[in-house]
């Protein structure tokens, strides 16, 4: 505990230190086990991960004392380009098993760290935008899902949806 609250108070921004309450420090526990699919010589691999140690710490928020965040420390040596892309789906994994362990609570606030000791300065950008091709339509929607909700769209609405609208009123009227 003393390692991750020398390491908040060196690296997070003023905005994360001032609401944290720092005594309120605990190891997190989850599920603790994921898989991901990893690219090997022989091709995609179901590979099983066991959850680094998480912490997690109460914050100040509008209400009082709520929520928490949790930290996910990581070592590199070498440099990688799609490590975004594995914190991404660190993040989402760890955040999944939360919601199974607490399904009526609030996510909490998740802050993946990278410590890198490699032999050159690391070369490559952390924000996971800038691995996709169009950053800015990722950016738009890859966290915030397009929703076509057909429960309130009416049946003449959809008829005008061209080769589309026969499914469309078969999902709407399904039940």
């Known amino acids: 505990p003393a390692f991750v609250i020398e390491v908040c108070k060196t690296y997070l921004d003023d905005h994360f230190k001032k609401k944290i ?4 420090i605990k190891i997190h526990k989850l599920n603790g086990e994921f898989v991901s699919m990893q690219q090997t010589g022989a091709g995609l ?3 099983k991960h066991v959850a680094d140690l998480l912490y997690q710490f109460q914050f100040q928020n509008q209400e009082g004392v709520g929520g928490f965040i949790l930290f996910h420390c990581e070592h590199q040596s070498r440099p990688d380009k799609n490590m975004p892309l594995r914190m991404f789906n660190y993040a989402a994994n760890i955040l999944t098993d939360y919601r199974k362990l607490h399904p009526k609570e609030k996510l909490p606030t998740f802050i993946p760290i990278v410590y890198y000791h490699g032999k050159q300065a690391y070369p490559y950008s952390m924000d996971i935008y800038d691995l996709f091709d169009e950053p800015d339509l990722a950016r738009a929607h890859l966290m ?7 429960s309130q769209q009416s049946n003449e ?3 005008t949806h061209g080769v589309i609208s026969p499914a469309e009123i078969a999902l709407k009227h399904v039940f």
């Open 144 to 150: 915030k899902p397009l929703l076509i909700d057909l």
């Open 21 to 24: 309450i720092w005594e309120s």
């Open 45 to 47: 691999q179901h590979k």
């Open 157 to 159: 609405k959809l008829l």
